[in-house]
């Protein structure tokens, strides 16, 4: 060996995290010509793959900037390094990828983690440019994408990623697009979804029968087509909208009555900032939410005179609000606007019927939404995988009471969908191959192997054939992904959901089960994510769940750590009338909870009347009297449905959790006065909010604003949830609180119940990359299991 190659020293890296998709290995390579490097780098099963060579000191350099230089969606967790003997190697290239695990002689183990794929992500500010400029090649070109933006999660069929593992595999670059892609200088170096109006997808427009509608621009016609009040179905990155103009009540009840969608608000998107301003009140905080690359919808409060239908969100003082996630949502908005001459928002909510999943290959789009739409705007680029938009809304948090949170003011995810999975959450113990079946309602699946979890997007409620169908496929497509052939299979304990029912049956592939209870997770869940194994307490809240003695739990006060918890408190229990049908019908809990505060059989209160039936009134308060049909339940959101049932703001609702959605935007949002929620000092601890409803009884009866009384209960709530926090606190000998479950998606609830632990010096952790909601039970599930097995 001469002299020159002994002075050299070679290196081989693995470098995990989210690294393919994102530009990583055109930014090796030019890292390494940069330090005057030779070597290779190539995707493989689990991440990128290098090997450099050079002086000493470079190699150090290069290896210490691969994290801290790192694109823009990259994500790098961990570069493992090991010294090689030097070749000689001259010039750095980019290779082919392989696929198989183990690539390169690397051998990290069994738990290795596959390669992790990056979410969708919206057009960058440099593709948004070329999108608008007349002298472009790509000016209207409705795809365009670079390595920093474009379709990721929704195009990929398997790892690496590559294009011949998209669904850009049917795409032959032209000579442009291949140059581009050749070229280290150019941000499409290797860009996978890289493609021009030459040989890229095509947008289409055609009618409700398919039948194609003949137009050189069909974004433009669709535009005018909404300007003029139609509805159009527009494929998006993970799937189908419906959409028409938000300012037409014409249009937006057509597509109510079309949707079936009698109550739930719809989304709104706008073209950029300054039209969202004119819907809603955007603190900075939501505005930046609003802005990033994720695109969520943020809910947010509406402006007084917002140019937007009633028919939009009845009822509701908020509005969920979101701005172009693809190029093609760009443009259609734009030229709404210059159709219109005038800031123009979209009703763009999900393509499906009320219940069903959304709509995202295109022969099941035109089946279902061919009836709804007055027209389709389609394009030939398939969708791997079907994403629902995620939804988030800012939290003001006070600073003491989550030091590792951050800053104050944070968002509070609802729904983590399109723009988030498929991110990977680390798990504090690691975990045998595992799969994770979730709840039934916001349903979401994990798997797990290793010190990483990732959790599915959001399915919805588990209750039909079709979203059971989507939560198959969801399960597939994720196992393959990440390499996870489960060992474990970890379900709810409720016997009749959906998801328990499929855990049960991955028993006949030999997977070991394990049941978690459904609080428990929901503690673990959020534990898990701040990196926690306990012990904490919890005050976990929510509609229902089945509780470890067979009961309807739902008002939990949790001590424990992520193996296992003990129940230290409770709301005090009433019964639930007609069981499921309380939750469709708040003035069943109404009644229940007269009848637990009064002890007798309560009468109709005069603001009911009309609205629910004197002799069903008696037959419900006859049946929960005598325990018929009428299981004893502690659940939080059922009180919450109550009160709002007893300030006559809803007495039934078609999804669960609309009467204290309600019941919270009804509050006095300045009233610091609370009613009396007493906190019995025993062994499990009781919240008992028998003499809530007699004072709020008290101040209806004599006429006092609902406004106050929904702010009173909110406030009662809130301070007895930290007084009894603050007393288990003490009593277990812990200084860190959880607060999780569906109720607490109640920003009023939460924003108050954080005030008053942060007055008591409680160190509290919130949900942070997941949602309060039965979205983040999968996850938790996972977390329970792996630290059971550990032990």
């Known amino acids: 060996m001469n002299d020159k190659i002994k002075a050299r020293t070679r290196v081989r890296a693995c470098v995990d995290g989210v690294v393919q998709g994102v530009g990583f290995r055109p930014f090796v390579h030019r890292l390494a010509h940069e330090h005057e490097l030779a070597g290779w780098v190539r995707n493989d099963a689990r991440g990128v ?19 801290r230089r790192a694109p823009p969606l990259a994500a790098v967790e961990r570069v493992r390094a090991q010294r090689l003997r030097a070749t000689g190697e001259h010039g750095f290239q980019i290779l082919e990828s392989e696929g198989a695990s183990g690539t390169g002689g690397d051998s990290a183990g069994a738990d290795t983690a596959a390669a992790q794929v990056s979410p969708d992500v919206a057009p960058c500010g440099e593709c948004l440019a070329e999108l608008l400029d007349p002298s472009d090649r790509r000016f209207r070109y409705p795809f365009i994408n670079c390595t920093n933006c474009g379709p990721r999660l929704t195009i990929v069929r398997g790892t690496p990623y590559d294009r011949p593992l998209t669904t850009m595999a049917g795409f032959e670059m032209c000579a442009a697009c291949r140059v581009e892609y050749e070229d280290p200088a150019s941000r499409r170096f290797h860009a996978q979804p890289n493609a021009c109006p030459t040989c890229g997808p095509a947008a289409r427009l055609v009618d409700g029968k398919g039948e194609l509608l003949e137009t050189a621009d069909p974004v433009a016609v669709a535009a005018k087509m909404l300007a003029a009040g139609a509805i159009v179905a527009v494929k998006g990155l993970g799937g189908y909208h419906l959409a028409c103009r938000a300012d ?32 809603v009140q955007l603190a900075p905080a939501e505005l930046e939410l609003a802005s990033e690359r994720e695109r969520p919808i943020v809910i947010a409060r509406r402006q007084a005179r917002a140019p937007v239908a009633r028919s939009v969100a009845p009822g509701c003082p908020d509005l969920g609000v979101t701005l172009p996630s693809t190029p093609l949502h760009h443009l259609l908005l734009a030229d709404v606007t210059a159709t219109l001459n005038a800031a123009a928002a979209l009703v763009m909510t999900s393509g499906n019927v009320s219940d069903e999943p959304i709509a995202f290959e295109d022969d099941d789009a035109l089946m279902r939404l061919g009836p709804l739409a007055d027209a389709l705007l389609v394009h030939d680029r398939p969708i791997h995988m079907r994403l629902d938009d995620s939804i988030v809304r800012s939290l003001e948090a006070p600073e003491a009471t989550a030091p590792a949170d951050g800053p104050a003011s944070r968002p509070l995810m609802l729904r983590r969908s399109r723009g988030y999975a498929p991110r990977s959450l680390p798990l504090p113990h690691s975990a045998p191959a595992l799969l994770a079946c ?15 979890a990732w959790v599915g997007p959001h399915v919805g ?19 393959a992904l990440f390499a996870v052939e489960p060992q474990v299979v970890v379900h709810d304990l409720h016997p009749d959901y959906l998801s328990s029912a499929y855990a049960l049956e991955r028993e006949a592939d030999g997977v070991t089960p394990i049941g978690v209870q459904h609080h428990h997770a929901h503690m673990a869940a959020c534990l ?16 229902a769940g089945l509780g470890s003695d067979g009961a309807i739990w739902g008002g939990e006060l949790l001590a424990g750590d992520l193996a296992s918890v003990r129940r230290v408190g409770h709301l005090h229990p009433v019964r639930l009338p007609g069981g499921d049908a309380a939750a469709r019908e708040p003035w069943r809990m109404a009644c229940s909870w007269l009848l637990a505060a009064h002890e007798g059989k309560p009468e109709l209160p005069a603001r009911l009347a009309g609205r629910v039936a004197a002799e069903r009134w008696a037959q419900v308060a006859e049946l929960a009297s ?37 019941l919270e935007a009804a509050a006095a949002p300045h009233e610091r006065d609370a009613y009396p929620l007493a906190l019995l000092d025993a062994e499990p601890v009781e919240l008992d909010a028998r003499e809530t409803i007699r004072a709020l009884m008290r101040d209806l009866d004599a006429g006092t604003p609902v406004a106050l009384v929904s702010a009173r209960f909110h406030n009662a709530v809130a301070d007895a949830t930290a007084r009894a926090l603050v007393v288990l606190a003490r009593r277990e000998g812990v200084r860190s609180a959880v607060l999780a479950g569906g ?7 939460l924003e108050r119940c954080l005030a008053g632990l942060a007055r008591a010096g409680l160190r509290v952790l919130l949900p942070r990359e997941l949602p309060p909601n039965d979205g983040a039970i999968s996850y938790g599930q996972a977390a329970v299991a792996a630290a059971r097995l550990r032990r």
């Open 49 to 67: 793959l290098l090997e450099v060579e050079g002086e000493a000191g470079a190699l150090e350099r290069f290896l210490a900037e691969l994290a």
């Open 248 to 279: 037409d009540e014409r249009a937006v009840s057509e597509l109510r009555a079309r949707k079936r969608r009698e109550e739930k608000p719809f989304a709104l998107m706008a073209l950029d900032a300054d039209a969202l301003a004119a819907l």
């Open 438 to 452: 979730g709840a039934e309602l916001k349903s979401t699946f994990c798997v797990a192997k290793g010190a990483r």
């Open 461 to 479: 409620d588990l209750k039909s054939w079709e979203t059971l169908r989507s939560f198959r496929e969801g399960i597939a497509h994720f196992e």
């Open 528 to 543: 898990a994510e701040h990196g926690e194994r306990g012990p904490a307490i919890g005050a976990i809240y929510d509609g």
């Open 626 to 662: 005598r325990a018929v049909g009428s299981p004893q339940t502690t659940s939080m959101g059922r009180l919450f449905d109550a009160v709002a049932a007893l300030c006559a703001i809803r007495t039934s609702v078609r999804e669960e959790g609309r009467a204290a959605v309600e």
């Open 743 to 749: 109720v607490f998606q109640n920003r009023l609830l």
